[in-house]
């Protein structure tokens, strides 16, 4: 390592990059250095020659100073070795070596002289070589020792300057070798350092602390490279030592700051937010109104909160969040995961009050938009949630969470159900805008076998819908069917019949009350047709029908097996048979007919959700409509850059003992709710469909990786299929 001896500094800049101060040595360290090179006469010698050893080894008189052994007449001019200039010293000093009369020590003090007259004119290479030879003659002289490790380190070949000043340490103590010992440490700690080798640099500023506890420079030094390898305790307490040598120091203020910030960051990084916020308010304490103190201390603030939240403690996850938005009420993001608790607290209206705010600070937070379209959603408000949804697709188009909770939205409000061209009556008898019937396919529940005398005979099936009166008049109507169309399976023909007139409904005036009763599973407001429509209203009907399943000939089947019913009832549906003997769901155009008073009969074709126990579930999707504005990718404002997290992704708690239907209901509003599959896999192993209940299983654990009852039934469901001995055949009843 080449370079000038210097005190080279290092302070911890806000990047927490070094920067290498390249002031000379001034002030009192320079002059520990200079006086061992600037010694002139009798110093010179005292410092050779160990002091009084010089007046016992050659008489000194005015002016001239005379070796013992030195040749008559041969001198050395005491002027010209003590005069300022270089140039003159170095050439008496020649002389005399050149004139060969000088022996021993007092040749060793003639190229000791002269050493340092080429040190003083910056020529280290000469230097070092009269030094050198100067040891040869006078074994290990501590005066050539410590100016040859001085030019050593003036040169930068720090190593060699500290072998010479640390062969003078051991031999006796000297307070100015301990301190040139802590200059050269530390310079070669900084090479070191500039090499990214910051184990051996933060050795060196190691050795030089030992030496100087107090060696501010050092401190810094150490501090800056622990920073570096991310080891800000220490960065942090040699800065604190720092501060208390150099109190109200702008420069360490600076650099502790940073190391605070630094430290706080990790801390957040291993979730420990208690001592991330201590370090802030550390910083704080330093200065006040640092604005990168402040912005990293609102970001902790709603990163605990958020960590609260999750754990189930609300109050205090909205106490930080409070702090955090007072902090910055600018902060966009602050509001926006105040908002998620308070929704998830059932504060329903704070949390839209929060979402409002959020995106009035930054209308193009998305992730704000799509919390707010969630909570318009539990609250069943759909057309706002719609927009919601729609406005983070603009922004956004690649957005799939705004793209899958669209979907469900429109799935569950029945618009998935229409077309582009929402061709949704097709009734030649009926004349326009008379009535709108369509199925509810979110709330559609399954097909269900019912079990008479030891075998399974026909199924119930509680259709779900919608009907529009948009006239000024109240409609009637006097019975409900549903007409399926045939089927042909293995060259027979398969035909759903309603076994009866439908004689029980239910009928709610509004969404909500459906909703409420699909919640509670009771049979709300049972009734019997006729039901009235009012004009310009809507009317949200189940109407429970029981259908048989009849083949060629008409007559009814029956089943010993209720997965066989459910297999055959698959294909009377028209699905077709997978190789592995399973169906798909297919949501089906059905026509259903109703009759008024007057025994008009009017058809409708409905999109209508089918679901058969054992069948594989799909949601049919639609592509969100076109905009006309120019669209973009997201703007950085659109990313979440503070480490947060855009969604708390808290599921409902599921409930035991319910049907594959019901369980599919919460699947498609948490699709990632490992819960649900774990219950719907149990539900479909009762059934005997032990595929689907495989890929529950299997998507639970997907879902959450260490879940063992999960593990437990995938491994039960597995050996009872290993157990199953008979196929899909329609003769097979075993």
């Known amino acids: 390592m080449r370079a000038p001896l210097r005190l080279n500094t290092v302070y911890v800049a806000v990047t927490l990059s070094p920067t290498f101060n390249r002031r000379i040595l001034t002030g009192r360290r320079v002059a520990s250095i200079s006086l061992l090179l600037l010694f002139g006469s009798y110093s010179v010698c005292a410092a050779y020659f160990g002091g009084p050893k010089a007046a016992k080894v050659a008489g000194i008189r005015t002016g001239v100073f005379e070796f013992a052994s030195v040749t008559a007449g041969a001198e050395i001019a005491f002027d010209d070795c003590s005069k300022s200039d270089p140039d003159s010293t170095i050439a008496a000093c020649t002389a005399v070596i050149q004139a060969g009369g000088a022996k021993g020590v007092e040749l060793g003090a003639a190229f000791f002289i002269r050493a340092n007259a080429y040190e003083r004119k910056g020529d280290h290479e000469h230097a070092i070589a009269d030094y050198t030879e100067s040891l040869r003659l006078s074994p290990g002289n501590g005066a050539a020792l410590k100016n040859r490790g001085a030019a050593y380190a003036r040169k930068g070949d720090y190593d060699r300057a500290i072998q010479d000043f640390e062969q003078v340490r051991l031999g006796r103590a000297d307070a100015k070798v301990i301190e040139m010992l802590v200059i050269v440490y530390n ?150 995961n105040r908002g998620l608790i308070e929704a998830y607290k059932g504060e329903s209206d704070r949390a839209i009050q929060d979402f409002d705010q959020a995106l009035r600070l930054n209308p193009k937070l998305t992730v704000a938009l799509l919390a707010r379209g969630a909570a318009h959603y539990d609250r069943h408000e759909f057309e706002q949630a719609l927009k919601d949804y729609d406005e983070v697709l603009r922004l956004d188009p690649e957005n799939t969470v705004a793209r899958f909770e669209r979907e469900k939205t429109l799935f569950v409000t029945g618009e998935l159900n229409r077309s582009p061209e929402v061709a949704s009556i097709s009734n030649r008898n009926a004349s326009p805008g008379a009535l709108a019937i369509r199925n509810l396919p979110a709330f559609q529940s399954t097909f269900g076998a019912l079990q008479s005398a030891g075998a399974y005979r026909g199924f119930e099936w509680p259709g779900v819908y919608e009907i529009s009166n948009p006239t000024s008049k109240q409609v009637a109507i006097a019975d409900f069917r549903v007409l399926w169309p045939p089927a042909s399976f293995e060259g027979q023909e398969l035909r759903l019949v309603a076994r009866s007139r ?115 579930m799909h949601l049919p999707l639609r592509s969100a409509p076109p905009f006309t504005v120019n669209v973009s990718k997201p703007s950085p404002e659109n990313v979440n850059n503070t480490g947060l997290d ?89």
């Not at 190691?206 to 800056?224: C, H, Y």
């Not at 649900?676 to 990786?705: C, M, Q, S």
């Open 187 to 336: 310079n070669r700690g900084l090479g070191f350092g500039k090499q990214n080798d910051y184990d051996r640099a933060i050795q060196d500023f190691d050795k030089a602390l030992a030496l100087n506890p107090n060696f501010t420079e050092a401190l810094r030094n150490r501090a800056a490279f622990s920073a570096r390898k991310g080891d800000w305790d220490r960065a942090v307490q040699d800065l604190v030592q720092v501060l208390r040598l150099l109190p109200n120091d702008p420069g360490t203020i600076d650099s502790l700051l940073v190391a605070y910030n630094g430290r706080a960051h990790d801390y957040v990084e291993r979730v420990d937010y208690d001592h991330a916020i201590q370090d802030c308010e550390e910083a704080l304490r330093l200065r006040p109104n640092d604005a990168e103190t402040l912005q990293r201390l609102v970001g902790i603030y709603n990163n605990r909160g958020l960590a609260s939240a999750r754990q189930g403690d609300y109050e205090h996850g909205i106490q930080d969040l409070d702090k955090a938005v007072t902090l910055n009420p600018e902060d966009a993001q602050g509001f926006h």
């Open 646 to 734: 855009p969604k708390l992704g808290f599921q409902s708690h599921v409930t035991k003992g319910l049907s594959t239907a019901e369980y599919t209901k919460i699947i498609l509003r948490e699709p990632s709710n490992a819960d649900a599959f774990n219950e719907r896999g149990k539900a479909y192993r009762a059934i005997g469909d032990f595929d689907h209940a495989i890929n529950d299983f299997t998507e639970a654990i997907r879902l959450r990786p260490f879940f063992p009852e999960a593990k437990n039934n995938l491994q039960e469901t597995q050996q009872a299929k290993a157990k199953a001995a008979c196929g899909f055949r329609l003769d097979c009843n075993r």
């Open 502 to 616: 439908a004689d029980r409904i239910n009928v709610f005036d509004d969404l909500d009350t459906l909703i409420e009763s699909q919640k509670v599973k009771s049979d709300l407001h049972p009734m019997k047709f006729p039901t009235q429509i009012p004009p310009h209203t809507k009317r949200y009907v189940i109407v429970h029908f029981i259908f048989d399943l009849s083949s060629t000939g008409g007559r009814p089947l029956e089943f010993q097996d209720k997965s066989k019913a459910y297999k055959l009832l698959s294909a009377a549906l028209g699905w077709k048979l997978k190789d592995d003997g399973s169906f798909d769901c297919v949501n089906e155009d059905i026509t259903v007919e109703i009759t008024t008073p007057g025994a008009r009969r009017l058809k409708f074709t409905s999109l209508t959700g089918l679901i058969v126990p054992g069948c594989q």
